[in-house]
């Protein structure tokens, strides 16, 4: 399998060796699906009666993770993928605990101590998925009778999923219709026990399998790649604000001790995972570490040559931004099309690729604006509870490990982190 083909399971394969595969056999079961379809897919009768009788825990970790992702895709996938898991849930006998994972950042854009408390589709008037299903069926329809292009088709659910959330209050697709969902579980867990937990941003692995694995762009790890690729000359957003992170084997080690424990003591319970009430980091904090960390080992260009970082120029609202962006690219892009007209559409290849680069800079800072600017701390008082009552109850803590407090974010960036993102995202 894919998975089982990537850098996360080469401690395991060293380990085991030969015995790597009758092991994983051991372990896992695949079966063919898709939580975008009723009974998840699962076309097979005799394989779904089966499932329903056996299965006594379900994670619900599918999900689009894509801030700007397509509108349609979202829906399906984040939200009536949860709608799906959550019937089959029910139809599991032996059923303790559905433990679905969400993010902090349901939250929106609200500001201040967010608490652990869930949400209800009731607390935002006219919100209807069946309605928001037809909007994009009819776009869809819309669009194909159009004869619309698929890259034309695939910006407009985009711009989409950026229109929609916003008529709610809501910032983008991804934590909009993770918003849905938490609502949807809500409504529909009758009497089931459901745990709900909200990672925050979430970083590199800190100590297992091993340290500095992460896989993909996320948020702040788009920012180190452009910086340290001498991309990166300006930043918009509150450089003192607190920016939660926590390390993705922290994320699973607070989901595995979470199943266990309501597992065994059924109940409901919505944990946040992140670090900014016990150990904050700050923005200003990453600049720093990325300004030590790639100028004392800075990234080789193509042409073997080294990439020379310095201090970024900070914009502390939009109002500035965008007067860098007018004098710097703007006004000259102005220039060139002017030039351009006059010249019988001779520069039209540079004017085109310029106006395409600054229409992806704007769209990006559009979609991170409320991140950059975001001003909330995530109160984690019934994580730490979790956290108590699993080393009262001889939990391994130094194995299932999931305090933020012993984290040292110097030793982490600078030797973990930052390096993990060089060695796997980097290309």
């Not at 934590?175 to 529909?188: G, H, P, R």
């Not at 989901?255 to 200003?284: E, F, K, Q, T, W």
């Not at 600017?373 to 939990?395: H, Q, S």
Request: glycine fraction near 8%; include cysteine.
């Amino acid at each position: 399998m894919q998975i089982l083909g990537t850098d996360l399971f080469n401690l395991l394969k060293e380990k085991l060796g030969t015995n790597f595969n009758s092991f994983i056999s051991e372990k896992l079961t695949v079966f063919p699906g898709d939580i975008c379809y009723e009974d998840l897919g699962l076309k097979d009768s005799i394989l779904k009666e089966e499932i329903c009788n056996q299965v006594d825990v379900i994670v619900n970790l599918a999900a689009t993770t894509n801030f700007d992702e397509r509108y349609d895709i979202a829906l399906d996938l984040n939200v009536f993928g949860a709608k799906h898991v959550i019937n089959f849930a029910k139809q599991c006998i032996k059923l303790k605990v559905l433990v679905h994972v969400s993010t902090a950042y349901v939250c929106g854009e609200r500001g201040g101590l967010i608490l652990e408390n869930p949400y209800h589709f009731k607390d935002v008037p006219g919100l209807d998925i069946d309605a928001e299903k037809k909007i994009v069926r009819d776009k869809l329809d819309h669009l194909q009778k159009q004869g619309a292009t698929h890259n034309e088709i695939k910006m407009a659910m985009k711009d989409l999923g950026i229109t929609r959330p916003k008529v709610y209050g809501w910032p983008n697709t991804y934590v909009f219709t993770k918003a849905i969902a938490e609502m949807l579980v809500e409504q529909m867990k009758e009497t089931m026990p459901v745990v709900i937990l909200r990672p925050a941003i979430v970083t590199s692995t800190f100590k297992e399998p091993f340290s500095g694995w992460v896989e993909g762009v996320r948020t702040i790890d788009s920012l180190g790649v452009a910086y340290g690729k001498g991309k990166l000359t300006c930043f918009l957003g509150n450089i003192n604000g607190v920016v939660d992170v926590i390390p993705g084997d922290m994320v699973v080690n607070a989901i595995l001790v979470a199943m266990v424990a309501h597992a065994h003591h059924p109940s409901d319970a919505i944990y946040h995972v992140g670090s900014s009430v016990r150990n904050p980091v700050r923005y200003s904090n990453l600049q720093d570490y990325g300004l030590r960390y790639f100028t004392a080992k800075p990234w080789i260009n193509k042409d073997g040559t080294p990439v020379k970082v310095g201090k970024v120029t900070v914009f502390t609202n939009m109002a500035s931004f965008r007067r860098y962006m007018f004098i710097h690219y703007l006004f000259w892009l102005k220039g060139l099309e002017l030039a351009n007209s006059a010249f019988c559409k001779y520069f039209q290849g540079t004017y085109q690729e310029l106006n395409r680069k600054i229409q992806i800079v704007m769209r990006l800072v559009e979609l991170y604006r409320p991140y950059l600017f975001f001003n909330g701390i995530f109160d984690d008082m019934n994580t730490e509870k979790l956290r108590v009552a699993a080393t009262e109850g001889g939990v391994e803590t130094d194995l299932f490990y999931f305090d933020p407090k012993v984290i040292n974010w110097d030793d982490y960036f600078m030797n973990t982190h930052l390096p993990g993102i060089v060695k796997y995202i980097f290309k």
